[in-house]
Structures are given as C-alpha cells and as structure tokens.
C-alpha cells in the first residue's frame, strides 16, 4: 500500500489594509504559529473518509464516494458540502487527481477554529498541495478572497501582499518590532463571516483610489516605525481611514475608550482579533480584557511565525 502524505499551511493575520486589500492596496500580513495539517492515508476499502480535528478533539466525521465529489448535489451539510466543492474544483483543474479512490483524510487544526486565524484558507492550500495544482487559482475557483492568506499559508515571514486587477504579487518583508513585546493579539469573541464581509464591501461601487494610496503608505510606513509612539500614530490613522471607509466607529473608540495604547481591527471588522500596543504590564493587560469578558490575550511571540535567522 502507498505511503502516507503529509502537508501543513500556516495560519494568518491581516495586519493592514483589511478591506482594501480586495481593491488593490498594499498589504501587510503575517503567517501565524498557528496553522493545519492534512495527512492522506491509503486505505483498503472504497470510498474516503473526513476526520476534522481541532487540537485533540474531532468535530467532523463522514464518508463519501467519487460519485458524491462529482455531482452537485446541495443535500449535504455545509462542512461536508465545503469539502467536496473543494475536492470537486482540485479534479478540475488536475483531471489525474483522485484517480484512487481509497483514502482516509485527516486535518488537524492547531487553534479554536473560531478565531479567524485561516481554517478554510489552510485547508484550501493544504488541499492543493495535495492535488498538485496552484493554490492561487484554486482558491480563486471557490472564494473571492484577495489570496493574501494563502501567500502566508505558503511562507514563513512577514509578507507584503497586492493584487491588482487580480494579478497577485507579494515579498519577504522585515517586521519585529523593537517593542514587539508590548504588542498582543486579543480574540474578540466573535467569528466573523469573511465571505460575506467580503462580498458586502465588494458590492461597493464607488473610487477607492485616495484611501487606497493612503492604507499602501501606512503599510510601509508600520515596517519603518522605529518607536512605539510612531507605530501607535500609524495604527490610529488606519482606523481612522477604515472607519470612515465602513461608517463604522474604530474598535477603540467603540468599546475600549479608556484603554491606553494603540488598537486596531484585524480582518473583518466586529470580530476575530485585534492587535494593540500598549505600556501596560501583562498582568494589568488581562486583567482589564477579563473585565470585559474577553480571555484570549496572545503575546506577540505566541502568535507571530517569525524566521529566527532575521529576527
């Protein structure tokens, strides 16, 4: 029997240019410690089976057959109908793929798949590395994500991510921050739902050029920042410009006035994680985030894959 095969996909963070990033702005993103595997084992019997697990505990478990991958059928439920579309697409684009059709598939999500960090896109990328085809065109067959989370899916630094006229183009880029250990990133509670955030702001018919040029200079502007007061100042501009941009108030002035120090909006507005700066000690941190109902505070060296060579 053949061997088993083995992928894993970092997760990621939309450091800047959230929304935009659909229209052509300069991004800063990062791939996270947090990530997913896929193992492929040959098995005896027909057909395949799905195991999902999230950390120790499995939350999905099904069969299916070839058939099942080839029709279109709706009549499934929706984790399932997720995986065959992908499976679906993957034959598409790589007609060999899944010529043997006994398989028991297992992901394994290192993170509360909640929190926003990449579930579908490393599963998307974990999946086309399986089936050997490009994850930018695969991911482009089943979402109108802007592909900056496959781009960290597939590296292991900072990136700067732009796709225009969806040609997608993106660097290695340096960001470690001299005070990176006053910077945390604070789970929100709420999952937000990307695609349909994404297909709301795309449903915009209006010039985004100005805000666009102004989020790209902030991208670069956030790597250059040698001071934590330089790099509170460029995060509140970015709140500022997307707030507007939305008619949304900033998550700051929203539902932490009194907090001290700098936060900002990760991804989708209204959920997911934040990343602030602050001169406040962890304890006090926790403390003032615990009062609100909010537990999950990452340090940045708990969170931030970082290549040890450029740090």
């Not at 947090?34 to 069969?63: C, I, M, R």
Request: one cysteine or more.
């Amino acid at each position: 029997m053949d061997q088993a095969q083995y992928f894993y996909s970092n997760g990621k963070l939309l450091i800047t240019a959230e929304y935009l990033v659909l229209k052509g702005a300069l991004s800063l993103a990062i791939p996270t410690q947090y990530g997913q595997s896929l193992a492929v084992y040959p098995k005896a019997d027909e057909g395949f089976t799905w195991q999902a697990f999230e950390n120790e505990n499995e939350w999905l478990n099904f069969h299916f057959s070839i058939d099942e991958i080839l029709s279109s059928k709706n009549d499934v439920p929706v984790e399932k109908a997720f995986v065959l579309e992908l499976l679906r697409q993957a034959v598409a684009l790589n007609p060999n793929f899944l010529r043997e059709t006994r398989y028991r598939l297992q992901t394994r999500l290192n993170f509360n798949r909640n929190w926003g960090l990449g579930s579908s896109s490393t599963l998307i990328n974990n999946v086309a590395q399986w089936a050997q085809v490009d994850a930018f065109n695969f991911l482009a067959r089943v979402s109108k994500a802007s592909g900056y989370d496959i781009a960290c899916a597939q590296n292991d630094t900072p990136i700067l991510f732009q796709r225009v006229n969806n040609k997608i183009s993106y660097e290695a880029c340096m960001f470690s921050p001299e005070f990176k250990e006053q910077i945390y990133f604070l789970y929100l509670g709420k999952k937000q739902k990307s695609e349909k955030e994404v297909k709301r702001f795309l449903e915009q018919e209006r010039d985004f050029s100005l805000e666009i040029q102004e989020i790209s200079a902030l991208s670069l502007h956030l790597l250059d920042a040698e001071k934590a007061r330089d790099f509170d100042k460029i995060i509140e501009e970015h709140e500022a410009i997307t707030s507007n941009l939305l008619g949304i108030p900033a998550l700051k002035q929203n539902a932490f006035s009194d907090f001290e120090g700098s936060m900002k909006s990760l991804g989708a507005w209204g959920g997911d994680f934040a990343m602030l700066r602050s001169d406040w000690d962890k304890k006090r941190l926790t403390n003032y985030f615990e009062s609100k109902g909010l537990e999950t505070l990452i340090p940045w060296d708990n969170m931030v894959l970082e290549d040890e060579n450029d740090v």
